[in-house]
C-alpha cells in the first residue's frame, strides 16, 4: 500500500455544512492478487455526524488498468462501514477515467457498460450506506483488489466529496425480495443465501422486568440484525401428535393442533432473487385468531453465575417458554432505541445495515417474519412473559433469555441468541443464603488439578476456600492441585450483596490416590445395567467398582459409532448412577450398547429406544 499521501482540502463554499472534497492524489500501485490495496484519504473539519442532511454524495477516481472487469473497489468508513462502489464491471474493456458514482448519476448503471468510465455512474451499492448518523472525521479507505494475476494497473487519484441533502438511494440498488443487485452477501462474494441472525436485545431486557413473589414477569426483544428476513408460512398440514388433522378441529387432550411451518431462504445469485422453503417445525395453530402462535419463540430463565462466559449453560433457579403471538416487525432498529447490538457491541441501524429492510412478510396470520434491522417486542405486562422460581432469598440473580432456543429458525448465528441482565430481588424471603459448591472430579492420582465450582444461592460477592490440604483461596471458580495422596473435606464459606454469609463443608470429597499412570490400578469387580430398559426418551446408567479405577464409558451404535462420551477419567469405588437423555442427544428408534472399559476389560450392555 502507498505509504505517502497528499491530502488535498478543497472547501467549495464556506461553512460547516458546505459542501467539501477530500482527496488522494497519490495514488498507487494495484498488485496483483493475493495483494489488495487501502488507499487513504483523511477528512476532517466536517460536522460529527453525515446522514439524509448531510453527508456524502459522490465517490470519484481515475484508474489505470488493462482489465477493469478484475477489479473489486470498495469504499470503507471511519466506523467501519464498507460499501461495494464496482465490482467486475467493465467487460474487457481499460480504465476508469474521470468516473465518479452518485445517487443522482446521469450515466446509468456500471454494470453491463464496457470500459473505459467516463462520467457519472450508479455503485452497485448505495453509497448512502456511510450516511448512517457516524462522525465522518477520520481515515476513509478506497479498498482495491484485483482478482485476477497479469493484468497490471494504479490508482491515479480519489476524492470523496460531503454536501447537504444526499440524494437518495437510485432504485435499481435497492435491495428487495424481488432484486438482489442493491443486496449484499456476509463474505463479500455476490452468491450467497440471505439468512436471518436473530438475536435477543439485552438493552431491553434491563429495562423491562417486574418482580413478584415467587415469580418475575420480563420483556423479550428479538432483531434481526442479519442479511436476510425471517419469514414463516404456515402449510394448512396440522397434527394432533402424529395424527393428521383439520387445523381448525381440537385435539383429543383439548390442545390446540400444530401446523407444519415452512421458511422462506432467500438467494441471491448476482442481481437474480430467488428462493427457497426449508422445513421450520410446527407451530400452534388457533382457530379463533386464524392465525399460528410460534411454539417456544423465547426460552425465559432466572440463575445464579456459572463457570464460563456462556449464561445458558449456568445453573437455573427458575424458568418459562413464550409461546409468541406472532413474529411481527414492531420496531426499527436505530441508534436511539439501542436494541440491535452486533456482535462486537456496536449498535446499528437498519438504514445503515448492508440489507436493511429487506423483506415482504410480517403481520399477524399465517404468514410471519421480520425484517431486516426490525425487531419483536413482547413487553413484560403480555401473558406469558414469566418466570417461575418459588420461594428463593433476596439477592442478586440473572435473568438469561435465549431467542429460538431449539434452533427450529433456520439463520446465520446461533451464538449470539442470548441476553442476560443482573437484578437485584427484594421481595422474597429477607436475609437467607445456602453456600454450596461442586467439583468436577473427586478422585485421581496425584498431582490431581481439582475445579471447583461456586455455585451458592443467591449470587454471592465474596468466597472463602478450605481444600484441606492447608491451601486457601479466594476466587469464586478456583482451580487447586492436590500434590499430596489423601482424603480431603473441602470448605466454602460465602457473603453475598444483602449482608447474608453461610458456609458448607463436604466431608471427605476430595480423595487422591498414589501412582502416576493408570497402571497402578487393577481390574475391578464391575457390573453394569441401564434401566429402564427399553426405554422412550430417556434411561438411567448404573454401575459400580469394588476398587477404584480408570472408566470409559460411552453409548455406542450397533456398529460401534459413539453416540455420547458419558464419563472418561477416574472413578472412586463404590454406585454410580448417569442419566443418558435420549432425546436430547436426537436418538431414533433402535438398538444401542453401552460400553464401559473398566481396568482392561471391555463391557457392553444393549439398550432399546422405542416410541
Known amino acids: 500500500m502507498k505509504t505517502t499521501l497528499l491530502i488535498l482540502l478543497l472547501f467549495i463554499s464556506s461553512g460547516i455544512n458546505a459542501q467539501s472534497s477530500f482527496v488522494n492524489s497519490s495514488g498507487g500501485a494495484i498488485l496483483d492478487p493475493p495483494a489488495y490495496e487501502l488507499f487513504p484519504i483523511v477528512v476532517s473539519g466536517l460536522a460529527n455526524v453525515i446522514d439524509t442532511s448531510y453527508g456524502l454524495v459522490n465517490v470519484c477516481f481515475n484508474i489505470v488498468h488493462s482489465q477493469d472487469a478484475d477489479l473489486d473497489i470498495r469504499l470503507q468508513s471511519p466506523d467501519g462501514t464498507t460499501i461495494l462502489l464496482s465490482n467486475n464491471n467493465g467487460g474487457s474493456g481499460e480504465n476508469y477515467t474521470g468516473t465518479c458514482l452518485a445517487e443522482d448519476a446521469t450515466g446509468g448503471e456500471l454494470a453491463g457498460q464496457i470500459a473505459p468510465f467516463t462520467g457519472t455512474f450508479y455503485p452497485d451499492h448505495s453509497i448512502n450506506g456511510v ?154 395453530y388457533h382457530p379463533s385468531h386464524g392465525h399460528i402462535h410460534v411454539d417456544d419463540w423465547t426460552y425465559n430463565t432466572l440463575r445464579i453465575r456459572g463457570l464460563g462466559d456462556d449464561p445458558t449453560t449456568w445453573p437455573i433457579i427458575g424458568e418459562g417458554s413464550k409461546q409468541s403471538f406472532c413474529l411481527i416487525n414492531l420496531g426499527t432498529c436505530s441508534t436511539g432505541n439501542g436494541y440491535c447490538v452486533n456482535d462486537i457491541g456496536d449498535v446499528v441501524n437498519e438504514s445503515a445495515m448492508p440489507n436493511g429492510g429487506l423483506g415482504d412478510i410480517s403481520g399477524c396470520g399465517e404468514d410471519q417474519g421480520i425484517y431486516v434491522g426490525n425487531y419483536d417486542i413482547y ?31 433456520h439463520e446465520s448465528n446461533y451464538n449470539n441468541n442470548w441476553s442476560k441482565t443482573l437484578v437485584n430481588l427484594t421481595h422474597q424471603v429477607d436475609n437467607c443464603c445456602t453456600a454450596n459448591f461442586y467439583a468436577d472430579a473427586t478422585y485421581g492420582l496425584a498431582p490431581f488439578e481439582v475445579q471447583f465450582v461456586d455455585s451458592t444461592i443467591p449470587i454471592a460477592n465474596s468466597w472463602s476456600w ?75 446408567i448404573k454401575f459400580s467398582l469394588d476398587a477404584p479405577s480408570y472408566l470409559e464409558l460411552s453409548v455406542v451404535d450397533v456398529v460401534g459409532n459413539t453416540v455420547k462420551q458419558l464419563t472418561h477419567g477416574y472413578m472412586h469405588s463404590g454406585d454410580h448412577e448417569i442419566t443418558f437423555d435420549a432425546k436430547k442427544e436426537g436418538l431414533l428408534n433402535g438398538f444401542y450398547f453401552v460400553r464401559a472399559v473398566a481396568g482392561e476389560k471391555e463391557y457392553f450392555v444393549k439398550m432399546v429406544k422405542v416410541d
Open 466 to 540: 478450605d481444600f484441606g490440604d492447608g491451601e486457601t483461596s479466594q476466587d469464586q471458580f478456583p482451580q487447586h492441585v492436590y500434590t499430596q495422596p489423601g482424603i480431603y473435606t473441602v470448605k466454602l464459606s460465602t457473603n453475598n450483596n444483602i449482608g447474608c454469609s453461610d458456609t458448607v463443608s463436604r466431608l471427605q470429597y476430595i480423595t487422591v490416590d498414589f501412582g502416576t499412570s493408570i497402571n497402578e490400578f487393577h481390574n475391578p469387580d464391575f457390573s453394569l445395567l441401564a434401566y429402564p430398559n427399553p426405554f422412550t426418551s430417556a434411561t438411567t
Open 379 to 409: 413487553s413484560s405486562g403480555t401473558d406469558g412473559q414469566e418466570i417461575d422460581f418459588g420461594t428463593i432469598c433476596d439477592g442478586e440473580y440473572y435473568i438469561v433469555s435465549i431467542t429460538n432456543p431449539d434452533h427450529i429458525i
Open 131 to 284: 450516511n448512517n448518523d457516524q462522525n465522518p472525521n477520520g481515515t476513509w479507505y478506497l479498498f482495491i483488489h484485483d482478482e485476477m494475476p497479469g493484468d497490471t494497473g494504479h490508482l491515479v487519484n480519489v476524492t470523496i466529496t460531503f454536501d447537504q441533502h444526499p440524494p437518495p438511494t437510485h432504485i435499481s440498488a435497492v435491495c428487495n425480495t424481488n432484486n438482489a443487485f442493491g443486496c449484499q452477501c456476509p463474505d463479500g462474494s455476490l452468491d450467497c443465501d440471505l439468512l436471518p441472525d436473530m438475536i435477543n436485545s439485552g438493552e431491553y431486557l434491563v429495562t423491562d422486568w417486574v418482580e413478584h413473589n415467587g415469580h418475575l414477569n420480563e420483556g423479550v426483544c428479538t432483531p434481526n440484525i442479519g442479511y436476510g428476513p425471517m419469514e414463516l408460512h404456515g402449510t394448512g398440514e396440522c397434527y394432533c401428535d402424529s395424527i393428521l388433522v383439520n387445523c381448525s378441529s381440537t385435539c383429543p387432550d383439548g390442545t390446540n393442533p400444530k401446523e407444519m411451518v415452512n421458511q422462506t431462504i432467500y438467494h441471491k445469485s448476482d442481481s437474480a432473487m430467488t428462493s427457497y422453503l426449508v422445513p421450520a417445525g410446527t407451530m400452534t
